[in-house]
């Protein structure tokens, strides 16, 4: 590590005092502006630079929280965009995912404030990955670049700032995750044997788009073991149907394969709907082991699963089938959604336990192209 200080580098001068810098950081510390990391300070002349990077109006709302009674603009977004560290360049990303959000449902339905520890989760497709260095291809859940940490901080921050979802406060979560401070992932579109995530969703491939999850986990899958399809795709299902997984009557699952493991089902000759039909079709458990885990009934009233002794308990949609003693613990193959994210360097692929809608929506996602007015989107 170079131990050069900021002040010592050559070729640059300082144009403020770095001690006024840690002045204002503590200064927007204690207004309680930030996720606990520092931030940039903001000045008028920081956030031209940014608001000059869109076409939107600064008014323009992008997303509003009926139940708070609270807006997020243009400006605000890039406000908090600037605060998280993102370049200018990023803006329109942060637009796109802040309209992404506002066609989800869950947020206007107080999920981030849930106990449940919720946290919005952003997938980014297209030619603006290479233009602002948004990081696909290794770690894409860690460290190490800026594009992706900043952009997935900037919604963190605007839920902070903006909405007033802090600890302790309006955010109720019991354990929370990682991801409430930043999580923003760009597709491996190049070495993925298929077509992206995006152009599976209409959209075309020179499109930039960004796709919003409401999440609560990230669960890796070690598989090095094996050449064959279906036993990959068991794997993926036994991550997918374990019982701490189950909240509602149904889950939902994003798989984001490596290359490699991609490799292995396009090679087998399986397309992502084959991936999603085998794991669809796998994510079951017998109903004498949810009655051991207490939850083989769901409630009269949110249909969350809960043993069949509970007084508020019913009989699942499964007790109705003609195999009552096998449940489906997804309502449809729709409820596995499959993309190709990571370096191509080993078999170790993850499972995103999304958060759907009960009864579930039929995609459980919002996607929207970057640069595109989307009109109505904060309503």
């Known amino acids: 590590?170079?131990?050069?200080?900021?002040?010592?580098?050559?070729?640059?001068?300082?144009?403020?005092?770095?001690?006024?810098?840690?002045?204002?950081?503590?200064?927007?510390?204690?207004?309680?502006?930030?996720?606990?990391?520092?931030?940039?300070?903001?000045?008028?002349?920081?956030?031209?630079?940014?608001?000059?990077?869109?076409?939107?109006?600064?008014?323009?709302?992008?997303?509003?929280?009926?139940?708070?009674?609270?807006?997020?603009?243009?400006?605000?977004?890039?406000?908090?965009?600037?605060?998280?560290?993102?370049?200018?360049?990023?803006?329109?990303?942060?637009i796109a995912a802040w309209e992404a959000i506002a066609a989800?449902?869950?947020?206007?339905?107080?999920?981030?404030?849930?106990?449940?520890?919720?946290?919005?989760?952003?997938?980014v497709n297209g030619p603006v990955r290479t233009e602002i260095g948004l990081n696909s291809q290794g770690n894409i859940y860690g460290s190490g670049f800026r594009a992706n940490a900043t952009i997935g901080r900037a919604i963190r921050l605007g839920c902070i700032n903006v909405f007033g979802l802090r600890p302790h406060s309006l955010d109720q979560a019991t354990q929370g995750t990682p991801a409430k401070y930043s999580a923003c992932i760009g597709e491996n579109e190049e070495q993925s044997p298929w077509a992206p995530f995006h152009v599976d969703?209409?959209?075309?491939?020179?499109?930039?788009?960004?796709?919003?999850?409401?999440?609560?986990?990230?669960?890796?899958?070690?598989?090095?073991?094996t050449m064959s399809p279906e036993q990959l795709a068991e794997d993926f299902a036994d991550s997918i149907r374990r019982t701490g997984a189950l909240i509602h009557e149904y889950t939902s699952a994003l798989l984001v394969l490596v290359p490699e493991h991609a490799d292995l089902f396009a090679a087998a000759g399986w397309s992502k709907d084959d991936v999603r039909q085998a794991v669809f079709e796998r994510v079951v458990r017998p109903r004498a082991e949810l009655a051991a885990a207490g939850k083989d009934a769901v409630s009269h009233k949110t249909r969350w699963r809960l043993p069949s002794g509970h007084p508020d308990s019913m009989p699942d949609t499964a007790a109705g089938s003609d195999t009552p003693d096998v449940v489906p613990l997804m309502s449809h193959p729709t409820s596995v959604q499959v993309m190709v994210a990571g370096a191509n360097n080993a078999g170790v692929s993850s499972v995103v336990e999304v958060f759907t809608l009960n009864p579930p929506r039929a995609i459980p996602f919002s996607a929207v192209k970057i640069g595109a007015v989307e009109n109505g989107a904060g309503a």
């Not at 006024?20 to 031209?48: K, N, R």
């Not at 020179?206 to 990230?218: G, L, P, Q």
């Open 201 to 225: 969703n209409g959209f075309e491939a020179t499109d930039s788009v960004v796709t919003a999850f409401v999440i609560r986990s990230v669960m890796h899958i070690e598989a090095r073991h």
């Open 104 to 123: 989800e449902p869950h947020p206007r339905r107080g999920i981030w404030q849930s106990t449940t520890g919720t946290a919005p989760f952003l997938v």
């Open 1 to 94: 590590m170079d131990t050069t200080t900021l002040d010592q580098a050559p070729g640059r001068e300082l144009a403020v005092d770095p001690d006024e810098i840690t002045q204002a950081f503590e200064y927007y510390d204690e207004q309680g502006w930030t996720d606990g990391l520092p931030v940039v300070p903001v000045t008028e002349s920081s956030l031209a630079a940014f608001l000059a990077a869109t076409d939107r109006d600064p008014d323009d709302v992008l997303f509003h929280i009926p139940h708070l009674n609270r807006s997020m603009t243009v400006r605000l977004a890039a406000i908090n965009a600037a605060l998280a560290g993102c370049k200018p360049a990023y803006l329109p990303v942060v």
